[in-house]
Structures are given as structure tokens and as C-alpha cells.
């Protein structure tokens, strides 16, 4: 499937915060991520741009010692990258949607796992943080608003003629 049947056959909303949570995802990259407040902590770096946190992260994986340390909440953060990139490329067809919501799912636990290396490594999130996590939460829109609400009263969120056929 090409690149602009995929566009046309998606909805415009979904399109468009796709769109801009990508832009956002790429620009975060080259934005100040966080800075290091404590000179105790686990990583001595000041202030790390994107791209840094991403590569340091991703790093982590052939430290053995790290995966048995707090280090191990800053490498399931650096995961969101390749996981929006499975995501993107499974967004690409119909099919798979399981398979995406469990992305999403597993993006979100990741991001809890960078505040919580965010806030055991003495790290400070900045500008390129944010937009990092806003733009993943635009890419995975569309899974996110389909998943079930639990609590969520059927009949305030159905229209009337739905329920009155039953």
C-alpha cells in the first residue's frame, strides 16, 4: 500500500494527529530532554538533548549491570522509539489491530518507566521531553480513543436510536 492510500483511507482526525505527533516525535529529537540535577546521580551528562537520551538508553542493552539497576527504567523509556516505529509501520494496514493495541499499551508503560528513572536518577524533564511524549500520544490516538472505558455508562455514550431498537 502506498503512502498516500494509506492517507486517503484514513479518517481526517487520525490523519492529521498522526501528522503532527510525527513532526513533534522528530523535532523532540534535536530539543534539550532533561538535565541532571543532583551530582550524585546515576548519569553524570547535565543536560542531554534528544537524540542523547535516545542513543544512552538504547545503549543500556549491552550493560548487563544496568539491566539489574535503576539504569533499567531509562532503557524501557528508550524502547518508546523502536515501539512507535513498529506502531507507524503497523499502521499502515488494517489488519494487526490487536497486535497495535498492545504497542500502545506497552508505549505507555515505558513512559511511566522514564518518570520513574526521571525521578530516581534526579533528572528533570525539559522541552523535548514533553514534545517526545505528546507526539507519541498523537501517533497512538487512534488505538488510545479505541480502547473500552470501563465505568462508562452505555446509554451516555450511544445514540438514542441505538438503544431505543433494542
Known amino acids: 500500500m502506498s503512502l498516500f492510500t494509506w492517507i486517503a483511507g484514513q479518517p481526517r482526525s487520525q490523519r492529521i494527529c498522526r501528522i503532527a505527533g510525527l513532526a513533534l516525535f522528530i523535532v523532540a529529537f534535536f530539543l534539550p530532554a532533561c538535565r541532571d540535577t543532583d551530582s550524585s546521580s546515576l548519569v553524570h551528562a547535565g543536560r542531554l538533548a534528544g537524540w542523547q537520551c535516545a542513543w544512552l538508553s538504547i545503549s543500556m ?65 525539559l522541552i523535548g521531553h514533553v514534545l517526545w511524549i505528546a507526539g507519541a500520544l498523537l501517533i497512538l490516538y487512534p488505538e488510545l480513543a479505541a480502547l473500552p472505558r470501563p465505568g462508562v455508562n452505555r446509554a451516555l455514550t450511544e445514540p438514542l436510536s441505538n438503544i431505543a431498537t433494542e
Do not use: E, Q, Y
Not at 62 to 67: C, E, G, N, S, T
Not at 84 to 112: E, Q, Y
Open 61 to 125: 542493552i549491552f550493560d548487563r549491570a544496568a539491566l539489574f539497576s535503576p539504569l533499567f527504567f531509562a532503557f524501557l523509556g528508550g524502547c518508546i522509539n523502536p515501539l512507535i516505529l513498529i506502531h507507524l509501520l503497523l499502521s499502515f494496514t488494517k489488519r494487526f489491530s490487536k497486535v497495535k493495541k498492545g504497542v500502545a499499551g506497552a508505549v505507555l508503560l515505558c513512559m511511566v518507566s522514564t518518570w520513574v528513572f526521571f525521578i530516581v536518577g534526579h533528572f528533570v524533564p
